[in-house]
């Protein structure tokens, strides 16, 4: 009785980590995909600031040469 009890806690340990474990790595997963989401946020937002700088410059000299 008492080596069932054993070995039944020893597989419940065993399947709460192996949950814990592929937990985590989901996380970490979710987390790198968030990651690289931002990233390609972040990307076009500083292609359009930088487009919207290039509009000022050609703006700013076509007033000048007016």
Do not use: C, P, Y
């Not at 989401?37 to 050609?58: C, T």
């Amino acid at each position: 009785m008492t080596a069932d009890l054993l070995d039944a806690a020893q597989a419940g340990l065993s399947l709460i980590t192996a949950a814990g474990v592929g937990g985590i790595w989901f996380r970490l997963g979710m987390a790198l995909a968030k990651t690289e989401i931002l990233e390609s946020r972040m990307s076009a937002v500083e292609d359009r600031l930088a487009s919207i700088q290039n509009e000022r410059n050609f703006h700013a000299q076509s007033n000048v040469a007016a």
